[in-house]
């Protein structure tokens, strides 16, 4: 069994943005030679998610609508008791617990083995410095 890991690093500009990285996975796939396997794609930050769905941009828009009014941005520590600690980010810890940590996508002859429209997307929710992005494929 062949064993490939390689982490990705993004900067989102925005505090909230989400952004395709189904390319960089898939290039991560063909570098590792594995052709029937596993890979998984891993948030390594905690305001930070990975999930796979449709590249779309309406339904994007209408996850940030959503995230932001189930956990408002609000930087005083009057909404999140995590901010009385000096952070202003806990409305993002409560978006990542939403929208997921990781997400394990099946490698069959070589490639993502996908359903209709599904494509994995890099999730930020407290942006504006790099964060790290696992990407490990097992397989033989």
Request: aromatic residues 10%; without cysteine.
């Amino acid at each position: 069994m062949k064993s490939h890991t390689k982490y990705l690093t993004f900067q989102i500009p925005e505090r909230m943005d989400f952004r395709n990285i189904t390319a960089e996975v898939e290039a991560v796939v063909r570098e590792s030679g594995v052709r029937e396997g596993l890979v998984l794609v891993n948030a390594m930050h905690i305001t930070a998610s990975v999930f796979i769905n449709d590249d779309e941009p309406g339904l994007h828009e209408d996850y940030k609508r959503w995230l932001e009014r189930l956990a408002p941005f609000d930087p005083s520590p009057k909404t999140y008791h995590h901010n009385r600690t000096g952070e202003d980010n806990g409305d993002a810890h409560h978006k990542r617990q939403i929208m997921g940590r990781e997400v394990v996508v099946a490698v069959t002859d070589g490639k993502l083995d996908f359903g209709p429209w599904e494509q994995i997307f890099y999730g930020e929710f407290d942006g504006r410095r790099p964060k790290r992005v696992l990407v490990k494929v097992i397989g033989g």
